[in-house]
């Protein structure tokens, strides 16, 4: 029994392992900048170079055992350390990495520098360190204050999936958010163009609410149907009787108020319940003792005798 509980936990950590290197599959390099001359500044107030990274699934994602490495041939250059909160990304969102070369300075303070001038290739490998997750090489080209960034966060690979943006109207420099900015939903805007009035959405909404309110409705008349036929089981089963047996006329139909009523007041009645419930206070008298103490034959004063 042992061997075989042993197994099935061995089992279940395997299976949690592959999913869990199966979800940071979903680790992307979303957008990166090499040299920061004008941006987002660390937690120490200075500017240098980052790493965006997104994770493109629809689960949080624990990164503390992946590496991030600018050398091929060193794939455990810097490894996320263990034990930070803040290494879990939730669903859909971004965690930005400081290229400074200072890991003293916390988990998202990376061992090596971005190098301005040349091609800057960035690998991400699961904990196995051999395994790629993601890559991008950034042209040496980038200007000072520019990144180079994913059209659509995690979408895409290759350099037809990437772009140089300024930081101007329509090539957004975003650090920590995504990378196309929405100010309009265009699904509010068609609504908005073909139902003026709103009536259809209204009409919708009711719609939706009555529909919602009919299920439930009929969801309690069938809870309500299954348990009467299984209290009528119940009382053929405790008469003896068959149902396929008996006639319809002859079944036993539901209790009626009278004798729930009646049921009730004979529980009442066997098990004192009255004095048993939390939110009914009984007050009974209770005699006191004699005391000498408190008897008015003892004062402290005594009249004087004749």
Known sequence: MRKHLLIAAIALLATGLCAQAQGRRGLKINEVMVQNDSNVVDDYGQR??????????????????????????????????????????????HVIFWADGKP???????????????????????ADGKTLIDEVVVPASLPAGHTYARKSDGVGSGPDAWEVRSGSEGQYITPSSANIIRDTNSKVDMFKEKDKSGLGLTVMAMCIVFSALLLLSCCFYLINRIGAHISKL??????????????????PDHDSGEEIAAIVMALHEHLNAHDQEQTVLTINKVKRA???WSSKIYNMRELPHR
């Open 104 to 126: 003293s300075r916390g988990t998202f303070h990376t061992s090596f520098v971005l190098v301005p001038g040349q091609d800057n290739w960035i690998g991400i490998y699961d």
């Open 234 to 251: 119940n009382k053929m089963h405790a008469q003896g009787k068959s149902i396929h047996e008996t006639p319809r006329e002859e079944r």
């Open 48 to 93: 240098v170079g980052w790493i965006e990274i997104f994770n493109s699934t629809y689960a949080p994602l624990e990164i503390s055992s992946v590496f991030l490495t600018t050398d091929s041939a060193n794939k455990k250059m810097y490894p996320v350390p263990l034990g930070d909160v803040l290494t879990e990304i939730p669903t859909r969102q």
């Open 290 to 292: 004699y005391s000498p």
